[in-house]
């Protein structure tokens, strides 16, 4: 009886989350025909219109295709809005569009990294220059949304809310004793002293060769922080440097009295402060548009038949065709080669957002890259991160764009294997037998060390990929080996420190970009079109569903700790020979 009871409930269990999941897959399918029948000229705002804009999300580079990108599901994370691409493209064509009268910024706390609050903060300051408003307003406000919030016209904190200006750090996790523990011993052959990706896994300290680096790069991030937040309230650097070394901003007052914010209110009397603004009444409803829906709202469309293609190239970079978060090299290989025989392609622009990866699949992508430049102009875009593989497909490019707060640089390469005997032998209790004929039949077995005949097979293997690298981000940017050399090693730069260096050229963002691809062109009129295609709805819908679940599950055994295990789950995937920077960048 027990026995029947225990299928009888499984079965019944099995059937109600395969309901469930037939009713998600049917909303999915459902919402999809609709988003993909909807005519973008129906939409139509009413005058006084005003844009909302929030940016406590993990903003994409570009919005999917995914019909539950705007829906939550009980317990699980999910995306709140629009890709990087379409909250730009809102704000451009909010300041030339009548309806809209200005901008309220939600300017709670932000998970986003500096290059790409840059980015928005710099169209917002376009903006502005159409005489229209930007109001911002937070509860909880943290240095990347005050980064942002600080071009605002006027700054609002609720009365009980925070904000926390404390300065830039950057933390390291260290995995090494972990790994001790369960019987897992990473071996790392590197060439660049500075290349500190696998660091973490054979150290339970930082280098000082890492240490510096960081130190560099952060304080030139600081810096430029400082700087602008100074610029934006009409403040000198060291009143805004004293402010934050010194944590004098403590509650919503010290804010108001420093400058740093405009008053404290609550949304309903900025939101009076806004209908006041827009000549309404007291009683009347502010015409909020959301970003979302915004974005179907037509603008101005060229039709001209010159097209300039923009390929994003987001995530790691792996072989293969790899999916819309990583960097496959067949599918952007494949995506180059296109754009190139077609005529009426007449430029490239290149979005790099990548840590890099595999340094074969890196290679794949450089050549096509090469290619496509003898024909028509190929222009570098660089995102929040740009670096080592990431920078290796870069290099051959005609102009390389940067914002001042990308990370980028990191030209070094290093391989991992490892050694599992303990793990294998005294943790699980399994021994491996080996027959081999030839010396190296067994390279890169789990159950031992390698030895100091393989370390060297691979060391050299390792230094002829370094210098490749270093060839050719040379050629690229017409600059000598040992030039290169001497910047490379594995270091990594902020965007001001690569413009001082000479690899890259200038500052802006993907705008920027576009234009200098024109320009090289030669075109006065043209229209972009946006590479790779994405996933279709239902492919999104279901790897939505399937990553959610098991992302939820995980998080929830792991709590805290599942930060760490996401750092050894990717340690583990890094086998081979590999151009990448540290796995874990965050500044906080």
Known sequence: MKQFFKFMFASLLGFIIGGFLLIFILIGIAAGIASGGSDE?????????????????????????????????????????????DILANIKKASEDDHIKGIYLGADVSPNSYASLEEIRNALIKFKKSKKFIYAYAELMDEHSYYVASVADRIYLNPSGDILLNGFSQQVFYIKGLLDKIGLEPELIRHGKYKAAGEPLIADKMSEANRKQIEAYMGNLYRYFLKNIASARKKNVE????IVNQLQVQNSKDAVRLGIIDAVKYEDEVEAEIKSKLGIGEKAKIEFVSNSKYKNVRGEVSTSDNKIAVVYCVGDIISGKGDDETIGS???????????????YKAVVLRINSPGGSALASDVIWREV???????????????????????????????????????????????????????????????????????????????????????VIQKAIDR??????????????????????????????????KALGLIDGFGGLDKAIEVAAKKAKLTEYRTVILPELKDPFSELLSTISENTSTYFMKRELGSDYRQYVQIKNALKYQGIQMRMSYDFKIQ
């Open 41 to 85: 000229k129906a939409i139509a705002l009413k005058d006084n219109s005003v844009l909302k804009l929030k940016l406590n999300y993990i903003i994409p580079e570009r919005s999917t295709k995914n019909p539950f990108y705007f829906f939550d599901f009980p317990g699980m994370e999910s995306g709140k809005s629009l890709g990087l691409n």
């Open 239 to 242: 009143e805004i440097t004293d």
């Open 330 to 344: 067949e599918k952007i290989a494949a995506t180059l080669k296109k754009i190139r025989e077609d005529d009426k």
């Open 370 to 456: 090469v290619l496509c430049k003898k024909i028509k102009p190929v222009v570098v875009s660089m995102g929040d991160v740009a670096a080592s593989g990431g920078y290796y497909i870069a290099a051959p490019a005609d102009a390389i764009i940067a914002q001042p707060n990308t990370i980028t640089g990191s030209i070094g390469v290093f391989g991992l294997m490892l050694n599992a005997k303990e793990l294998l032998n005294n943790k699980l209790g399994i021994k491996i037998e080996t027959v081999k004929f030839g010396e190296f039949s067994d390279l890169g077995s789990p159950d031992r060390p390698l030895n100091e005949a393989e370390r060297k």
């Open 465 to 498: 990929v370094y210098a490749d690298f270093i060839k050719r981000v040379a050629e690229g940017r017409n600059l000598s080996e040992a030039q290169i050399d001497s910047l490379a090693q594995g270091r990594v730069y902020s965007g001001v420190e690569a």
